[in-house]
């Protein structure tokens, strides 16, 4: 197990490593930095400074280990266009970001999980053909007209749920919460929906097809034959085993997650880090976009590294398995 | 001894059991008209080659045919009740209770993810009204019944922990845990290295035999019939062609298929043989020639063989579903 853990470390390392020369390479391909950061109208003299405070004079090398010694400590530099260090703005927006990513992951695992098993036990019901049906509806629907569809109702027609931003919200130290306020928790309700929809319909299919599947295996039908009764079979002997491929998917699904929000936050305008991104890309602000991508490849490899050590709680044959770890 | 006791209820008593399979092109008629009884404490073997309906007839017992299967006809008795019409939670008291199932496969049986002792106790508790420290004490001593060393600290490990032999013996633990009346086996050491099927089959005979539990065992090898098995009933195309004591089935076969098997079965020590002593290969279910199933490959056929299936009757010791003992079956015709 611990061998196992170290790999799945150097994996992720080696990701964002890879992903931290990607965001590095961005400067020196997008667009000039020196005149991006001193305007065009800037003397020789000016320009030459700066790029030599910068560092831009040195090897690239030496350019990309002071690149991946900062951002380490959180550090991309200044934001071209609103002249603020980058980790102030991500550490503004990242709050709005998670509690939108992390209900909707909430809602999307916890339902799915459950119409999924609710469908695979009762296969031929009324209510599992309606569940099954809005599902195709919910993967085929791209999320920004979920979104707006949501907006028009809730918001446009009924005038029940806020269409745009947080609401109020309550600051903690750095962190700023929506879910003290009514207002903050109202305008919740409509983004985690729409950034949720997809992701839950997606684990829905999957937990039941993957039930359905493991329903069928012998140790089942050899429960079935020592007289275990069937809620048993179903929510112990069968849940179990289904949740370990799901948990893999569905984690990588959650990942992508905080990629999706992009669209999300645009659609609610949501001050997350979504939007920064897109306000960035929109004026080549290089620092920003870079930190944008650190962001998500460091979420993505802490999913999997997670995902990683769940498997070792719910398969016992991991835990134990010299044979299993040798396998592959 | 085991045959003809009259004054002894048996444990199992199948009547005229029929199953069909539903599917688009037709129905299929997979078991036909299958009768034999198991006595307390006997042992039946049940022999024929792959597809003949051994397992069905098994699944049948407990209930646990699935769609699109059904039974069309017939009765199952268990100790005087009837457990064919019983319904779904009937039919589950029964299961693991009253009836414990070994599969072919002891390597899928178990589930992965739970300790084998936990799937024991779970058996027990659910059949018995005992605490859970008693269940645990019973998988406990069911485990080193079984023959696992160490059970103690075995009871706690996960089924990929164990070899496939000592699996099964797991499985004939957990098949036994609520002490039922009969257990049907089917083909239990298939699966298993030669060398540990020996060992399984007799630690199953042993047992059972403590404990006055009826086996009904599934199985290809006509060598473990003859050692273990009091009767054996040998089937051919969905139907019981010849049943009868071990001894008088080996030693004279009536019907020219159980002839053919006996034929097959390996000489003491000898490596198991398969059924292949027969030429020619058993008719799919939806191309079973009208009267004998057997005759395209039986070398004694005669005319009548084709027009009619011929009745299960009795030919000496044994019974045996063949026209070329129709002395036999006019008698009994005439009888009836
Ligand atoms: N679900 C099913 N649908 C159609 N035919 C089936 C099904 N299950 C079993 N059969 C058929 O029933 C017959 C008996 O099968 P089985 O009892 O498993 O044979 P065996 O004697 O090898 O255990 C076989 O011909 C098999 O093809
Ligand atoms: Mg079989």
């Given at each position: ?328 | ?33 299958i009768?034999f009884?198991i ?5 039946l073997g049940v022999v024929g080659?792959?597809?003949a309906g051994k397992s069905?007839t098994g ?125 049907i086996a089917d083909e ?27 086996v009904m065992l599934i199985t290809h090898?006509?060598?473990?019939i003859?050692?273990?098995a009091?009767r054996v009933a040998v089937m051919?195309?969905?139907?019981i062609?010849?049943i ?93």
């Amino acid at each position: 197990m611990f061998a196992f853990a170290i790999r799945s470390l150097a994996q992720g390392v080696l990701v964002l490593v890879t992903v931290a020369f990607i965001a590095f390479s961005m400067f020196r391909f997008v667009g000039d930095p020196v005149v991006n950061m001193l305007g065009q109208e800037a003397t020789q003299q000016d320009r030459q400074e700066l790029t030599e405070r910068l560092g831009l004079n040195d090897p690239w090398p030496i350019q990309f280990a002071r690149f991946l010694g900062n951002a380490a400590q959180g550090e991309f530099g200044v934001s071209y266009r609103q002249g603020r260090k980058v980790s102030d703005l991500i550490k503004e927006r990242l709050p709005a970001t998670l509690e939108l990513a992390v209900l909707s992951a909430i809602f999307a695992t916890g339902l799915g999980v459950l119409l999924g098993v609710y469908a695979a036990i009762n296969r031929t019901g009324f209510v599992s053909n309606v569940i099954m049906t809005t599902s195709l509806i919910g993967v085929s629907l791209p999320t920004f007209l979920i979104g707006i569809g949501l907006i028009y109702i809730f918001a446009v027609e009924l005038r029940w749920l806020p269409s745009f931003g947080r609401g109020d919200v309550v600051r903690l130290g750095w962190w700023s919460t929506g879910l003290l306020t009514e207002s903050g928790r109202k305008s919740l309700i409509l983004p985690v929906l729409t950034l949720g929809f997809f992701q839950l319909t997606l684990i829905m299919r999957l937990v039941r097809a993957e039930m359905l599947e493991v329903m069928r295996a012998d140790f089942i039908r050899f429960a079935r034959a020592r007289g275990i009764a069937d809620r048993s079979i179903e929510l112990r002997h069968a849940l179990r085993n289904t949740l370990i491929p799901v948990v893999t998917i569905a984690g990588l699904q959650l990942g992508s997650v905080i990629a999706f929000a992009i669209v999300t936050e645009t659609v609610f305008q949501w001050p997350g880090l979504g939007a920064l991104f897109v306000n960035a890309v929109q004026f080549a602000d290089v620092p920003v976009m870079s930190a944008y991508l650190m962001f998500v490849a460091a979420v993505f490899v802490i999913v999997n590294l997670t995902v990683d050590l769940l498997y070792f709680i719910l398969d016992p044959r991991l835990r134990s398995g010299r044979r299993v770890a040798k396998g592959h | 001894m085991a045959t003809g006791d009259t004054a002894m209820e048996p444990v199992l008593s199948v009547r005229n059991l029929s199953l069909e399979f539903v599917t688009r092109r037709g129905v299929l008629r997979a078991l036909n008209e299958i009768s034999f009884d198991i006595a307390r404490g006997e042992v039946l073997g049940v022999v024929g080659e792959s597809g003949a309906g051994k397992s069905l007839t098994g699944t049948a017992i407990i209930g646990l045919i699935d769609k699109p299967g059904r039974l069309s006809g017939g009765e199952i008795w268990l100790k005087g009740q009837r457990i064919d019409n019983i319904g779904h939670d009937g039919l589950r008291k029964i299961r693991g209770r009253r009836i414990g199932m070994i599969f072919q496969d002891p390597l899928t049986s178990l589930n992965p993810l739970f300790r084998v002792g936990d799937q024991i106790a779970e058996t027990v508790l659910t059949h018995m009204p005992v605490s859970k420290a008693e269940a645990r004490a019973r998988a406990l001593a069911l485990l080193t019944e079984v023959g696992i060393p160490a059970p103690e600290s075995r009871i706690d490990a996960y089924p990929h922990e164990f070899s496939g032999g000592m699996r099964q013996r797991v499985v004939i633990a957990l098949a036994l845990a609520a002490e039922p009346d009969l257990i049907i086996a089917d083909e239990p050491t298939t699966a298993l290295d030669v060398s540990v099927q020996a060992q399984i089959i007799t630690l199953l005979k042993r047992l059972c035999r403590t404990r006055g539990t009826s086996v009904m065992l599934i199985t290809h090898d006509m060598g473990v019939i003859a050692e273990t098995a009091d009767r054996v009933a040998v089937m051919y195309a969905g139907r019981i062609v010849e049943i009868g004591p071990v001894a008088d089935v080996i030693r004279q076969p009536k019907h020219p298929y159980a002839t053919g098997l006996m034929g097959a079965i390996p000489a003491l020590g000898a490596k198991v043989q398969r059924l292949t002593q027969i030429s020619g290969a058993m008719p799919r279910l939806n191309a079973i020639p009208a009267g004998c199933a057997f005759r395209p490959r039986c070398t004694e056929a005669i005319g009548k063989c084709a027009e009619a299936v011929p009745p299960l009757v009795p030919v000496g010791a044994t019974s045996a579903r063949c026209w070329l003992h129709e002395a036999q079956v006019e008698r009994s015709a005439s009888h009836g």
